[in-house]
């Protein structure tokens, strides 16, 4: 990757429309979808960040569309024209999200990975056939050419397969990727009630990824790369709700790799661990404190590397 200019990204997966209700009754659309919201954390901080989804001819999708343009995402569609995505997200009184979906996955075509600096998948995308089977080869593909991939499952149980077949697809995907974010809602699945989220990270650890991460919701989150494993503490903030917190808390570690060109490397110190955990949570901080998938722009953000 040349110094000379922008790091380039390629994020693939479902982007669709977060129909929200809150308590009370009221309503609102705001685009959203995991890939989506890295793709447009990563591009409101500097990435030249294109986003390959599909989006159908509809109010939704000018809604998509709308959003990825205003935030300098380019988008790539997959060559469905069926209808975009939608997943409702009723919110409790203290801001959490529980989630109903209607949505579908299957790409006709994906963009050349070997065109990027760094490739990164996930959500349901990842895992819902029959697209997921394009996701694994696109995957395998970025791998074999040395390209960093990064993965975050973003398990959805009612609408992931059974939990053995979700589990190795996760970790066949982890094997092949540089950088991978659960949550510890995600590891409690993976779990399937053997095993804490933490044993669930040390696993996938150490099945290949350079770099893992457990996000904990408003607790520590811990990065482990090789043996090093640090925990960071999350900054206590008024939350707003949590929709796209993780997805922010991943956009802007793979932000923060590409910008200071450790996105080809194989093992970090638990200092540079902490480092990169200390921008994901102030990030994804940001994020909660408003409503909706609203990630902070760059100059929101400080970044003392430069």
Do not use: C
């Amino acid at each position: 990757m040349s110094d000379a200019r922008t790091p380039r990204a390629l994020v693939v997966g479902e982007a669709l429309v977060d129909v929200t209700r809150k308590p009370g009754g009221s309503v609102a659309e705001h685009p959203g979808g995991s890939p989506l919201n890295v793709a447009v954390t990563m591009a409101r901080q500097g990435i030249d960040t294109t986003l390959a989804a599909q989006v159908g001819d509809d109010h939704f999708g000018s809604l998509v569309r709308a959003h990825l343009d205003r935030s300098g995402v380019r988008f790539d569609g997959t060559g469905s024209s069926a209808p975009t995505a939608s997943a409702t997200a009723t919110l409790d009184a203290g801001g959490a999200a529980t989630y109903e979906f209607d949505l579908r996955w299957d790409p006709e075509s994906l963009p050349e990975p070997a065109d990027f600096d760094l490739v990164h998948v996930g959500s349901i995308g990842a895992w819902m056939a029959p697209g997921a089977d394009a996701i694994a080869d696109l995957v395998r593909r970025a791998h074999a050419s040395g390209l960093a991939v990064g993965f975050d499952p973003n398990v959805r149980p009612a609408l992931a397969p059974s939990v053995p077949v979700l589990r190795q697809r996760v970790f066949d995907l982890a094997r092949l990727s540089r950088f991978v974010k659960l949550s510890d809602e995600d590891a409690e699945v993976l779990a399937d009630g053997d095993g804490d989220p933490l044993s669930v990270l040390r696993d996938l650890a150490a099945h290949g990824p350079a770099l893992a991460a457990l996000t904990r919701g408003g607790a520590s989150a811990v990065l482990r790369s090789g043996d090093q494993e640090v925990e960071v503490q999350v900054p206590e903030v008024e939350v707003a709700d949590t929709i796209g917190a993780g997805d922010t808390w991943m956009g802007t570690l793979l932000t923060e790799l590409l910008v200071r060109g450790w996105a080809d490397r194989s093992s970090f110190t638990a200092d540079e661990l902490r480092e990169l955990g200390q921008a994901a949570v102030t990030a994804a901080a940001i994020t909660v404190s408003r409503p909706g998938a609203d990630p902070p722009w760059r100059n929101e953000l400080v970044r003392p590397h430069g």
